[in-house]
Nanobody, 117 residues
Framework: QVQLVESGGGLVQAGGSLGLSCAAS????????MGWHRQAPGKQRELVAV???????DYADSVKGRFTISRDNAKSTVYLEMNSLKSEDTAVYYC???????????WGQGTQVIVSS
């Protein structure tokens, strides 16, 4: 199994920046894609960004040019740098990872990001 723990959420003013981290533990060997999703109140969870084990990335259109996902495989950690934050970025952000030896996707507990306008 894999455990994911997010950190770095908080309150920030619109236009500001915030960084999130997600550290994986357990059977980290075999982790493939890692990513970030978010869920705003009353809305479905949506993909924010994903990064492959080789570093390829993909972003939701709503965050392209503002958010950057990266990972440190040696530390089994994925990061999300968020710039030019908007009120609509307010959500609980969840880290996730898929694994070559498990059919399930692993999820963190989530970290709250609140952007005040």
């Amino acid at each position: 199994q894999v455990q994911l723990v997010e950190s770095g959420g908080g309150l920030v003013q619109a236009g500001g920046s915030l960084g999130l981290s997600c550290a994986a533990s357990g059977r980290v060997f075999g982790i493939r894609n890692m990513g970030w999703h978010r869920q705003a109140p009353g809305k479905q969870r949506e993909l924010v960004a994903v990064i492959g084990s080789g570093g390829s990335t993909d972003y939701a259109d709503s965050v392209k040019g503002r958010f950057t996902i990266s990972r440190d495989n040696a530390k089994s950690t994925v990061y999300l740098e968020m710039n030019s934050l908007k009120s609509e970025d307010t959500a609980v952000y969840y880290c996730n990872a898929d694994h070559r030896f498990y059919s399930t996707t692993f999820w963190g507990q989530g970290t709250q990001v609140i952007v005040s306008s």
